[in-house]
């Protein structure tokens, strides 16, 4: 599976941005899409993910309740729509693809196997 990343770019703080992810082909129903970000001297860290078939999401602490993680499976997509952000939100994004992960490892990239280029997001002040 070959996963696009795309829609970053550079938005004032309190802004909005919209990122898409593609795959190459149908995701099935135990394939858990997620996004996670790699700031700038920073290790990569979990942003939110959407589990297998269930539509349940799981969001980081830094971007609950301003991020939202959502899937087109029908097109092969996903998204993550991104609202009031903040300077601390810069930083590259990737879209992932973890085929049948066990919940707990949800937040781990390690349990993920596609990964996409990433899209870079800076927040100015």
């Known amino acids: 599976v070959q996963l696009q990343a795309s829609g970053g770019g550079l938005v004032q703080a309190g802004g909005s941005l919209r990122l898409s992810c593609a795959a190459s082909?149908?995701?099935?129903?135990?394939?858990?899409m997620a996004w996670f970000r790699q700031g700038p001297g920073k290790e990569r860290e979990f942003v939110a993910a959407?589990?297998?078939?269930?539509?349940?999401?799981y969001y980081s602490d830094s971007v609950k309740g301003r991020f939202t993680i959502s899937r087109d499976k029908a097109k092969n997509l996903a998204f993550l729509q991104m609202n009031s952000l903040k300077p601390e939100d810069t930083a590259v994004y990737y879209c992932a693809l973890g085929r049948t992960l066990i919940l707990s490892t949800l937040r781990n990239a390690a349990a993920y196997s596609y990964w996409g280029q990433g899209t870079k997001v800076t927040v100015s002040s």
């Open positions: 959407v589990w297998r078939n269930s539509g349940t999401t």
């Open positions: 082909e149908r995701t099935g129903s135990s394939d858990t």
